[in-house]
Nanobody
């Protein structure tokens, strides 16, 4: 079993930046891809992006392309989400996920979820 712990959320003004971190522990050998989802109040959970841990290949949602970047540190079993040019509509709880799938396939095979970290963007 994999445990995921997010950190780095907070309150930021529109146009600002935040970096989220996610630490994986437990059965990390099972992890092929890691990524991020978000859920805004009253909305469905939305895929943000993912990364294949071995290759570093990434896949981002259109809504964040060019503003958000996923990276990883395999030695630390960590994944990061650098968020730039934040908008009020980026306000959400951000969840880290892990999967046996790759960045491109993991959305249909999420194995573990973190508890989430709140990101609030003020206008």
């Amino acid at each position: 079993q994999v445990q995921l712990v997010e950190s780095g959320g907070g309150l930021v003004q529109a146009g600002g930046s935040l970096r989220l971190s996610c630490a994986a522990s437990g059965s990390v050998s099972m992890i092929n891809g890691m990524g991020w989802y978000r859920q805004a109040p009253g909305k469905e959970r939305e895929f943000v992006g993912a990364i294949t841990m071995s290759s570093g290949s990434t896949y981002h949602a259109d809504s964040v392309m060019g503003r958000f970047t996923i990276s990883r540190d395999n030695a630390k079993n960590m994944v990061y989400l650098q968020m730039n040019s934040l908008k009020p509509e980026d306000t959400a709880v951000y969840y880290c996920v892990s999967s046996r799938g790759t960045a491109q396939t993991m959305r249909i095979l999420i194995d573990s979820w973190g508890q989430g970290t709140q990101v609030t963007v003020s206008s």
